[in-house]
Structures are given as C-alpha cells and as structure tokens.
C-alpha cells in the first residue's frame, strides 16, 4: 500500500492559483510516476497533468496546458500541481495517484485513471468569484 495525501485545495477568485501538493507518509515517490486528476461535481475523473518516475516527462490534458505544471521535488518525497489562471471550470475535487512500473518505463507517464495503482482521497477546490 502507498498513502497518498492531497493537500493545498481552497477557494479562490478567477484568474488566481493554487498550488496543490501530493506526498506519501513515510514513503519515498522516486518510483514512481504520479498523476493528477480533477472530478467535477456530477462528471467523471479525468487526467489533467502526469510526470514519470524519473520526472523528465510530463504530460497536460489540454484546457490545463500553459497555466498548469507539475513537478517533483529534489527528495522526490512531494508531488506538486502549481495551478495558475485557475477558472470556474477548474472546480472539484483532485486527487493524486501513482503507479509503480518496471525501470524500464521510468521515462513513461499516463493521463488514463487505469494506469494508477494507489490513489489519495482528494483536495476540494473552487473557483469562484
């Protein structure tokens, strides 16, 4: 098991940011590519920014290229999603996964809520003015 815990939601005015943060108790991510997801109130999750295991990839659902970046930090401990230009569309929940592959695939990142193995339980945010 990897506990994943989502933080740094809130309520924000269109055109601001957030960043959102993504961390595993205990855990390193370095093995790890992670995902991020966005659910709308009443619509299904989706895949909105991915980065690989060995963080030289990443990867952008469209409506979130250009104001959206993932990242992963030196200690490969945090996974962030630095939000900006956020819009009312941009509302629900997000959630971090991740998915251990073979070395072989360290390269390799997917924006597909199948490919992930352990998921966190979300961060709310709202964007609204």
């Known amino acids: 098991q990897l506990p994943l815990v989502e933080s740094g939601g809130g309520l924000v005015q269109p055109g601001e940011s957030l960043r959102l943060s993504c961390a595993a108790p205990?855990?390193?991510?370095?093995?790890?590519?992670i995902g991020w997801f966005h659910q709308a109130p009443g619509k299904e999750r989706e895949g909105v920014a991915c980065?690989?295991?060995?963080?030289?990839?990443?990867d952008y659902v469209a409506s979130a290229n250009g104001r959206f970046t993932i990242s992963r930090d030196n200690a490969k401990t945090t996974v962030y999603l630095q939000m900006n230009s956020l819009k009312p569309e941009d509302t629900g929940g997000y959630y971090c996964?991740?998915?251990?592959?073979?070395?072989?695939?360290?390269?390799?990142?997917?924006?597909?809520?199948?490919?992930?193995?352990?998921w966190g339980q979300g961060t709310q945010v709202a964007v609204s003015s």
């Open positions: 996964a991740a998915a251990r592959l073979p070395r072989s695939f360290r390269d390799i990142c997917s924006l597909t809520t199948t490919s992930y193995h352990y």
């Open positions: 205990g855990n390193t991510l370095e093995p790890y590519h």
């Open positions: 980065i690989s295991a060995s963080g030289d990839t990443t």
